[in-house]
């Protein structure tokens, strides 16, 4: 159903019997860390290494939570080796893009 994220996962880690409270900590994930690894371009372009690593490093355990193991492997990468990481930081920035969307979309399926 989801090609990034993971459903049991994210409901093994907020759980499911609040809903609206597991709609709350998804939609904290998109308002920050998704955001804050979005911008992430603006750091390249200043070789703001230091911020870059910051950024991937506080995003990896959201990734988890939301099962999106391949996209935190890619923040590992990113951090073990920041200065020549441009390139991942593409294919991250397309991950972001369906992440963010199978996020609403699970989201809108969660009643």
Same mark, same amino acid.
């Given at each position: 159903?989801?090609?990034?994220?993971?459903?049991?996962?994210? &409901?093994?880690?907020?759980g499911?019997?609040?809903?609206?409270? @597991?709609?709350?900590?998804?939609?904290?994930?998109i308002?920050i860390?998704?955001?804050?690894?979005?911008? @992430?371009?603006q750091?390249? @372009?200043?070789?703001?290494f230091?911020t870059?690593?910051? +950024?991937?490093?506080?995003?990896?355990?959201?990734?988890?939570?939301?099962?999106?193991?391949? +996209?935190?492997?890619?923040?590992?990468?990113?951090?073990?080796?920041?200065?020549?990481?441009?390139e991942?930081?593409?294919? @991250?920035?397309?991950?972001?893009l369906?992440?963010?969307?199978? &996020?609403?979309?699970?989201?809108?399926?969660?009643?």
């Open positions: 159903m989801y090609r990034l994220i993971n459903e049991k996962t994210i &409901l093994q880690y907020f499911d019997d609040d809903p609206v409270m @597991l709609k709350e900590m998804v939609q904290i994930i308002d860390n998704l955001k804050e690894l979005k911008g @992430l371009n750091f390249f @372009l200043v070789d703001d230091k870059i690593k910051k +950024t991937c490093h506080k995003s990896k355990p959201s990734m988890s939570y939301i099962g999106a193991l391949k +996209t935190r492997k890619i923040l590992e990468e990113m951090e073990s080796d920041i200065e020549n990481s441009h991942l930081n593409q294919t @991250l920035q397309s991950q972001l369906v992440i963010e969307e199978e &996020l609403i979309k699970f989201m809108n399926a969660t009643n």
